[in-house]
């Protein structure tokens, strides 16, 4: 029995596949200050053309250009891994498999979209790029695209996460980023929310109003985002095509996909592929796993919301806890958004989606179950997949049935160990967020109409 299924650099996809050309209605479009739609134009002082054109575009195919292939060949194709050791440690029938997208050269998944976009901007003389960054791994994978293509690189990197991880932030710094702890006193939107609270722990929030600000103001900068938006997930399919191709090099095919959800990129990246085939008529199960202190999927409101705390983003119909919302500090912080794609969102209202929500012990539980097997060990956000694909196993364990579990491990925990550090000593803690925080924040969701 095959444990890495891998495939050859010529199989690196060619083209980036697009969930709406299958979804059964059109997304809903996003929305100006005044309650209107706006269109792709009102996108352009902050993208360049090319990803505003992949933002709103319902073709199911688009090119990958030979550039951003030529660098996914430093890790792509990544492994599809069967989880022999686990699935023995657990004595369950089901054939447990999953993506491993610890081995790019940042350590996550996140570099299948900075590449993309940083080779966009410089297509159009950009040469300079903010964004946020909550746990670091999108401030790393973009610190190294913008290295790849002589692009600087400013990352405001949640506070909380920011004194928790520092050595995601040594990375961002070693690709040549400057890496600041938000919220800063460089920005409007920053020192707003320092004057209010000047302990802030920061969010993605307060980080993304602060980076929209910083290419809003300046001629010579763009904004680039590591989640949520269409064209940052139309990038991650690269991961659930090449899982759909070595699936039928062992002939098996997965019942169930889970994947961690914050924003939605590692989650539409491994189950928007096959969503087509759901849309097609085959039977799978899809689940966005999240973390209950910030379940946005499973208790937030479907409605227009601003992406960032500020309210300088458009409003984006999605899944939301409140733009003002502050999650606990929580060591998954590449998870702790209030939102979550809209794409995501809407097929998830539609009832063709699912998702699940996981506690912070139970995830750093099933993450040592799984090193102590597989020998990886996962980071916290990855966990949250783990945690879903065990306790899967478990249940088919219980009810005799061998189904077939695919979860995508999203990147490596050498970063995280602090944080496996307070898990042994018994220092983390469950953290369900109350009813009365969310009712309070989704009250002051904007008036739409």
Not at 109 to 121: F, G, I, L, S, W
Request: charged share 20%; glycine share 10%; with cysteine.
């Amino acid at each position: 029995m095959e444990t890495k299924i891998m495939l050859p650099e010529a199989e690196i996809p060619t083209h980036w596949y697009n969930v709406v050309a299958d979804m059964p209605n059109p997304p809903a479009p996003p929305l100006g200050p005044d309650g209107n739609p706006i269109g792709p134009e009102a996108l352009a002082a902050i993208f360049p053309e090319a990803l505003i054109g992949q933002e709103v575009s319902a073709e199911r195919w688009i090119p990958i250009p030979e550039p951003v292939r030529d660098i996914y060949q430093l890790w792509r194709p990544s492994p599809l891994i069967r989880a022999h050791r686990l699935e023995e440690v657990l004595g369950t029938p089901a054939r447990i498999y999953y993506k491993y997208e610890g081995v790019s050269p940042a350590g996550s998944h996140k570099p299948n979209t900075a590449v993309a976009q940083a080779y966009y901007n410089k297509q159009e003389g950009v040469g300079r790029l903010s964004t946020e960054t909550g746990a670091g791994q999108w401030g790393s994978a973009l610190a190294l695209a913008g290295r790849m293509f002589g692009i600087e690189i400013i990352v405001y990197m949640v506070k909380v996460s920011y004194e928790q991880k520092p050595f995601r932030r040594s990375m961002m710094q070693t690709w040549g980023a400057d890496v600041y702890a938000s919220p800063t006193n460089r920005t409007n939107a920053g020192r707003t929310i320092l004057a209010g609270d000047p302990d802030s722990p920061g969010s993605l929030g307060i980080a993304i109003s602060e980076a929209v600000e910083e290419a809003a103001t300046r001629e010579d900068t763009n904004y680039s985002l590591g989640s949520v938006l269409n064209h940052v997930l139309l990038h991650q399919t690269v991961v659930g095509l090449e899982t759909k191709k070595q699936f039928e090099l062992v002939d098996d095919y997965p019942d169930v996909v889970f994947g961690p959800c914050g924003g939605g990129s590692s989650f539409g990246g491994i189950a928007f592929p096959f969503f087509a085939d759901k849309a097609a008529g085959k039977d799978i199960r899809l689940v966005a796993v999240e973390p209950a202190s910030c379940p946005t999927l499973t208790r937030g409101t479907y409605a227009y919301d601003f992406g960032d705390t500020a309210g300088l983003t458009p409003m984006l119909k999605m899944f939301t806890l409140g733009h003002d919302f502050v999650p606990p500090t929580i060591h998954a912080g590449g998870l702790r958004y209030h939102g979550d794609s809209p794409l995501i969102s809407q097929l998830h209202q539609e009832g063709l989606i699912d998702a699940m929500a996981v506690h912070q012990l139970g995830t750093f539980d099933a993450g040592v179950t799984f090193a102590r097997a597989e020998g990886i060990i996962p980071a916290p956000e990855s966990n949250h997949g783990v945690r879903a694909a065990i306790d899967e196993a478990l249940a088919c364990k219980e009810e005799g049935r061998a189904e077939t579990i695919l979860f995508n491990l999203t990147g490596h925990g050498h970063f995280d160990m602090a944080a496996y550090d307070r898990y042994f000593a018994g220092e983390l803690v469950d953290y369900e967020y109350p009813d009365e925080a969310i009712t309070a924040s989704l009250a002051r969701l904007p008036v739409v109409g």
